[in-house]
Structures are given as C-alpha cells and as structure tokens.
C-alpha cells in the first residue's frame, strides 16, 4: 500500500493488517555524466512499490534529499546536513506512530557513511522514546551486498559505476546519456579536504561501460527479495 494513494478509509482498515511501514531514502546527487541526480532515490523507489505488491506493507513516499559528503562539490548535487535528516527521520517516525504503526524499515538508496549514521542516531533516539517499536535502518546495498559482489564484473563497484548504471538501464533507460568513463575516487584519506573534484573529477566509481539492462533487471530482483525478506524479519523481530 502507497501511502501516497491510499485514502483516510484505506488506511484504517490496513492498520488492522500491518503495522510495519518502509521508509525510502534518496538524494539529489551527481552521478557521473551519464546518471541522472535522482538516481538513489529512483532506485530505492521502484524497489519498496514492488515489494509492495509482493507483501503487506506500508510504503511512505520517499525523503528524496539526503547528506552527500563525497560529491558535495560537483555540480547538480543538493544536500542537506545531517541535522536536518535526523530532524525529518524523528518527525517521520513519531507522527507514524501516532497514526499506530510501529515497524519502521528505513532503508536508503544511498549509502554515505554520514547519510546513514545520521539515519540511524535518529533510529537510536527513537527506540529509546516510543515504546513497542522495531526500527530497521540501511541501505539498501548493504542488504545485498554479499549477492552482488558475487556477480559483478567490476571489482570494486559503487558510486554510478557497473550496478548504478545497469539498474537505471533496467528501470529508465532513455535518462541514460552514453557511459562516463572507468574511474575511481583518489580522496586522501584521512584527510579531509573541501577541494573533493580534484581527487574525484568524474564523480563516478566503478566501470560503467560493462553494465547493461539484464544485470539491471537481476540486481533488481535481487534487492526486492531481500527487502520482502527483511519485511517478514522485522515482523517477526521482537
Ligand atoms: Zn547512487
């Protein structure tokens, strides 16, 4: 069920049924030339409303902004600071539990580590607050991470590289532009530095001439799986 399209009457009577909502993250990011800003939140999107009709649950619209460190300099990317993901996370939750969920699957098409640990300090103060509640917070490749990697060409695979790419083939291939070229991010570690294109010019991770519609389609199948499963879980979590 979309809370999106759902009516006031829909709601109250699938209340009876599931009290578990999944919450998508995105981000309004770079993605290499080729990738559109939406990509995460596009990702995650189409994944939860297909799992949507595989399992009763809830399904919120997504929070499409998100903290991006990493990319924060290259053009198109618009973040928001972790305060204000925290903020909206804790409003999000609380409201909801109001309205009688209390099973909450956050889960981010976008992995930064900022991103999601300001997710999950939310989470943290969350479960201390509100009794009676199961909160789940990831992205949604650390949940398939282990499958992925077995079958991707590209070693070290992330960022608008082999998967990113043959996903969007998979769900919107005319907001594919050609293929920006192989690249890797050379950030100088452990420092921190304002001037991020210099070390990461391209904005891409991976390789993404080696993507293509049908690894879209299976990593896809793969990431809606795994998502049912973790539906079924945190039912079952206590
Ligand atoms: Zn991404």
Known sequence: MLLEEITMADFKNAIKKTR???????????????????????????VVKRVA??????????????????????????????????????DIVRDAYKKGLRRFIL??????????SSIKEAGEQLIEELKDVQIAVLSIYDLVYKDITDIADTENDSH??????SLI?????????GRSKEEYPKLP???????????WPGGVWGNPAVASREKGKKRFEIMVSRTV??????????
Request: proline share 6%; aromatic share 6%; glycine share 10%.
């Open 160 to 165: 608008a590289g082999e998967m990113e790419t």
């Open 20 to 46: 578990t909502v999944i919450v998508p993250y995105g981000t309004v990011e770079e993605h290499g030339r080729h990738l559109p800003l939406s990509t995460d939140t596009m990702v995650i999107v189409e």
């Open 189 to 199: 570690k452990p420092f921190l530095t304002k001037n991020k294109m210099r070390y």
């Open 107 to 116: 889960i981010s098409g976008h992995g930064g580590g900022l991103h999601i």
């Open 53 to 90: 009709k595989k399992i009763k649950v809830f399904v919120a619209p997504p929070v499409h902004y998100g903290v991006c460190t990493s990319t924060s300099q290259h053009p198109g990317t618009i973040g928001i600071t972790p305060e204000t993901l925290r903020r909206i996370t804790i």
């Open 229 to 238: 499963g973790l539906v079924r879980d945190i039912e079952g979590f206590k």
């Open 169 to 177: 083939l998979h769900l919107a291939e005319t907001l594919v532009k």
